[in-house]
């Protein structure tokens, strides 16, 4: 599956921004998909998923009550909803799909979208 990314950009603190994630030559509905992001000089963080059932997790206390995954398979898209969003929500974040069954793990998610530069100021 080839997954296309958009939304994104700049916001101040405070802001929200909805990034999306798009399915082409594939139905989204058939993965559970992620989303990651990966700040300067940082490793990879999982932010959250959510399932082929529509079940979604946030991984980190920092982003629960501030982000929301949601998929609508009509759309064939998985959004991620940024809320409040803080100077340290800047970062390149990716969307990534998965079958297995352990995706909320955020682990060995085989196919990658292309990351989409997130930029918050104070």
């Known amino acids: 599956v080839q997954l296309v990314k958009s939304g994104g950009g700049l916001a101040q603190a405070g802001e929200s921004l909805r990034l999306s994630c798009g399915a082409a030559?594939?139905?989204?509905?058939?993965?559970?998909v992620g989303w990651f992001r990966q700040a300067p000089g940082k490793e990879r963080e999982f932010v959250g998923a959510?399932?082929?059932?529509?079940?979604?997790?946030i991984s980190s206390d920092s982003m629960k009550g501030r982000f929301t995954i949601s998929r609508s398979n009509a759309r064939n898209t998985v959004y991620l909803q940024m809320n409040s969003l803080k100077p340290e929500d800047t970062a390149v974040y990716y969307c990534?799909?998965?079958?297995?069954?352990?995706?909320?793990?955020?682990?060995?998610?085989?196919?990658w979208g292309q990351g989409t530069q997130v930029t918050v100021s104070s």
């Open positions: 030559g594939a139905a989204v509905s058939n993965y559970h």
């Open positions: 959510v399932s082929r059932s529509s079940v979604s997790i």
């Open positions: 990534a799909a998965t079958v297995r069954t352990d995706w909320s793990r955020g682990m060995d998610y085989g196919h």
